[in-house]
């Protein structure tokens, strides 16, 4: 099945299912994290989450019912990128930042 998305800027999307979030779609942009689902009448369902950095992998984890987002915050100074790396526990349900998680500066955020 395909739905016409218009989202400006996407970097990344990804089909995710659990049992909390049946047939889900992921899409990351530079700096946003969009959630969505497929709705009976074929209608996207799409919750947006400022994270004000680029997420890297997503993970769910029913038992604490919530999701784990690896993310890279890029800056440029004096002529050269800095990238400091992030692990966020998110809600799944209000898709609130519960905790966020400085991993400090690396080349390699997610190995």
Do not use: R, W
Request: net charge negative.
């Amino acid at each position: 099945m395909f739905s016409n998305v218009n989202i400006k800027d996407i970097n990344s999307v990804c089909h995710f299912n659990s049992d909390q979030f049946e047939d889900t779609i992921v899409f990351s942009t530079n700096e946003t994290l969009l959630i969505g689902t497929i709705d009976e009448i074929q209608n996207l369902q799409i919750s947006t989450t400022n994270l004000g950095e680029q997420p890297i992998k997503i993970a769910h984890q029913p038992s604490t019912e919530s999701f784990g987002i690896a993310s890279v915050k890029s800056s440029y100074l004096n002529g050269d990128y800095d990238d400091e790396c992030y692990i966020k526990l998110m809600d799944q349900h209000s898709f609130e930042i519960m905790d966020n998680y400085p991993l400090g500066k690396s080349t390699n955020c997610v190995e």
